[in-house]
């Protein structure tokens, strides 16, 4: 029998993390036993906290973990479950919770599985460094600035990286154990259990469901008007020679900053805000694909699609068709 600890955080965690996988977990055992005519789960599941009370949501709600940090000796699985808000206020409160992860994980072989940012506290506990991980998309900038060391992997929904796991952004989480589930039962229960929740299967890349924004919680003040700049005038054709000497800046050394502040090149920049833009006409005109590539400032129908596919991992027609209500409600009728 495989032992699950489900982590419930102090502070702001996320319900549905908590319940997803209670509820995951406990109907494979209940698949397990009716298609083995045995009485025995797979899994010995505990909720596990620092404490056994833990109020959510400014208290309209509360989950009692059946077990402490302490009363839980050794562990096969951990699953961290999502947090929000203050990450840095969530990783002081849960301190007793990260040194408990370190030591099942170096001391007991234990398997670790993050839930979207969730992957801060696995982050904190330096098990990360030198591993991939995904988390929500939202959350990448301030992730990869808290933590460089770690492989963070933005379009990823499933990271796997010798025994520890960490899924994409929000319900992703609910794709991750699927593939736990996988791991440890086999691909019919995994499927079983893909039908039952109605979870799509092998889903594996969240980069159509991101929503570029900019990142502009730096202090360098030329890239920012830079980054202004190319917002205000993503039509037009762009190079990098001309921002650097707008600002009058070398070449080499706009770069460098703009990677610095950013965490993308200008050229990626540039490409992600036309991506992004041209995404918001997708889904709310029935402009034809090439006026779509025209407005936003391309004219080779090819390097639109792959740029296009780069960042959202579906061609214009597909997105358009997923995330365009008049294509969607066409399909329907």
């Known amino acids: 029998m495989k032992h699950i600890s489900i982590l419930v955080p102090k502070g702001e965690a996320v319900l549905s993390s908590i319940v997803g996988a209670f509820k995951v977990f406990n109907k494979v055992n209940d698949y397990w036993k009716a298609s083995r005519s045995s009485e025995e789960n797979f899994f010995e599941i505990d909720l596990v906290g620092i404490d056994k009370k833990n109020e959510l949501y400014g ?44 030591i099942q994980r170096t001391q007991h072989q234990a398997e670790v599985a993050s ?56 319900y992703s989480f609910l794709n991750l154990l699927l593939h736990l589930v996988e791991k440890y039962c086999g691909k019919e229960t ?45 039509e037009d054709k762009i190079s990098v020679e001309q921002l650097a000497n707008k600002y009058a800046i070398s070449r080499r050394n706009f770069v460098r900053r703009f990677k610095k502040a950013t965490s993308n090149t200008p050229l990626e920049y540039v490409q992600r805000v036309k991506v992004e833009a041209a995404k918001h006409r997708l889904e709310s005109t029935s402009q034809y694909i090439s006026e779509v590539m025209h407005s936003v400032g391309y ?12 960042f959202t991992g579906l061609s214009p027609i597909e997105y358009r068709s997923k995330y365009n209500r008049e294509a969607v409600m066409a399909t329907i009728g």
Do not use: M
């Open 299 to 310: 004219n080779d129908d090819k390097a639109f699609r792959n740029i296009f596919k780069k």
């Open 190 to 234: 995994a499927i079983w259990a893909a039908k039952l929740f109605e979870i799509e299967f092998n889903r594996n890349d969240q980069s159509q469901f991101s929503i570029f924004k900019g990142q502009k919680e730096h202090s360098d003040a030329p890239v920012k008007e830079a980054q202004l700049y190319i917002e205000s005038h993503f």
């Open 115 to 170: 839930l979207c940012t969730g992957a801060f506290l696995l982050a904190e506990t330096g098990l990360l460094n030198g591993k991939a991980c995904a988390t929500h998309w939202i959350a990448h900038q301030e992730f990869q600035q808290k933590y460089p060391q770690v492989n963070l992997l933005p379009e990823k929904i499933i990271s796997e990286d010798n025994g520890i796991y960490s899924s994409g952004g929000a």
């Open 59 to 102: 208290g309209l709600f509360q989950v009692n973990p059946n077990k402490t940090l302490e009363q839980v000796k050794r562990t096969d699985l951990i699953v961290i479950t999502t947090i929000f808000g203050d990450f840095n206020k969530a990783i002081a409160l849960n301190a007793p919770i990260i040194e408990w992860i370190k």
